[in-house]
């Protein structure tokens, strides 16, 4: 018997080590992570310039609260900022936290209560993440939400004209929608929504939290379209695996976010800001973001070419390291398959199957996912008699 509430459904594999790509499994199972904790492990499993700063941090100090002055919480504010071409950082724990927090600034400073996001968004599980979320499965039983969130339609500007009036606060959405089928925002729609905020008064909110930290070959995925946000929200691949989210914004929203005004014990704490210090020094990185680009365009391609008119498959697409399979049955028999030849990948939605390698990924590795991925597609389009 489990003493766990049974909130996931779990797989039958036990990690026993991670290193790099890989997980070992209790059994001596050895796979190939292309999950990387839900896009959170970026660098991989145990990357030692994070282990090493970790481990410094874990000599000097490891909680003393946000009543102190902490020089590698600037420090880890400054890089952050300056990556998301913006001016002011709160640290929060989770995706979650990160968002709940952008929307309680968006209507603090706006004095507005109306926010839009999108149909198959997600934005987390808290009470203003769950109602910002555009999924009913995820509000099932939890109501009544929070009000005053709309949902307009991803890639259909009208459907947000529809909604948007000067009460709005804010526009909250994913450049790429992950949870939601990985769906990548088209550029004239992007644009087309910056536009909109500007002419009422709205603030624009990306929730790079998957889509963030090099995931896309940028440091932020907006940036891949020349946008300018009011606030970017942050977490997952941030701390590579240690807890740590963070609420990027703009210089004018700063009086808004005063002493007293929004808070968290844990947020921002030594060890976690230590982690991002190290993860944002190597991944923002130009030459590695390019390389990410390169093998983000590699895999794609690689992919496209195997399923070139198999019956069985929609679409492949995606950017950078963040792709998306879109089956046309549901993906579910595909996953255990997979990982009966050693493959870690994640679904997305009924139909679509998520490949989140770590972005340190070598070709070798990611031939190694598409023959296991041609091996199982072909044994179930094709049963052996
Ligand atoms: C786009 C997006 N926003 C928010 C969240 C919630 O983050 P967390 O699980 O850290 O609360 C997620 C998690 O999957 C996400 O993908």
């Known amino acids: 018997m489990s003493y766990l509430f049974q909130t996931y459904a779990r797989w039958d594999v036990e990690p026993e080590i991670a290193e790099g790509s890989y997980v070992t499994d209790k059994k001596g199972k050895q796979y190939l992570d292309f999950t990387s904790g839900i896009g959170v492990c970026n660098l991989g499993h145990q990357p030692k310039v994070v282990k090493d700063a970790i481990e410094n941090q874990l000599d000097q100090f490891w909680h003393v609260s946000n009543l102190f002055t902490m020089e590698k919480q600037e420090q880890a504010a400054k890089i952050l900022a300056t990556a998301a071409e913006m001016d002011a950082v709160f640290f929060a724990n989770s995706g979650a936290e990160a968002n709940e927090a952008a929307i309680k600034l968006a209507r603090k400073a706006t004095g507005k209560t109306k926010i839009i996001t999108f149909k198959q968004s997600f934005h987390g599980r808290t009470f203003a993440t769950m109602a910002a979320t555009g999924q009913e499965k995820i509000k099932h039983g939890f109501g009544p939400m929070l009000e005053k969130f709309t949902y307009a339609t991803f890639n259909d500007i009208d459907s947000l004209k529809d909604l948007l009036d000067d009460e709005v606060a804010a526009v909250m959405l994913e450049v790429i929608q992950g949870e939601g089928g990985v769906h990548v925002g088209t550029q004239d729609f992007l ?49 590579s695996g240690l807890p740590i989210g963070a609420v990027i914004g703009k210089e004018n929203l700063k009086p808004f976010f005063g002493p007293g005004s929004h808070g968290s014990t844990f947020g921002g704490n030594p060890i976690s800001v230590a982690a991002a210090i190290a993860t944002m020094g ?103 008699i």
């Open 191 to 239: 644009k087309a929504v910056e536009t909109l905020c500007h002419e009422h008064q709205a603030l624009l909110i990306m929730d790079e939290i998957q889509t963030g930290i090099g995931r896309t070959g940028k440091p932020f995925a907006f940036q891949h379209f020349g946008l300018s946000p009011d606030i970017v929200t942050s977490a997952k691949g941030l701390g």
């Open 282 to 384: 190597i991944v923002f990185d130009e030459v590695f973001l390019q390389e990410v680009e390169i093998k983000g365009e590699y895999l794609l391609s690689q992919l496209n070419k195997l399923f070139h008119g198999n019956r069985l498959i929609k679409e492949v697409r995606g950017k950078g390291l963040m792709i998306g399979i879109e089956f046309e049955q549901s993906i579910q028999p595909f996953l255990p398959e997979l990982r009966e030849e050693g493959i870690l990948a994640l679904p997305a939605g009924e139909n679509v199957l998520r490949l989140l390698p770590p972005l340190t990924v070598s070709i070798h590795e990611i031939e190694q996912c598409i023959a296991g991925l041609k091996k199982v597609v072909n044994e179930i389009t094709e049963p052996a």
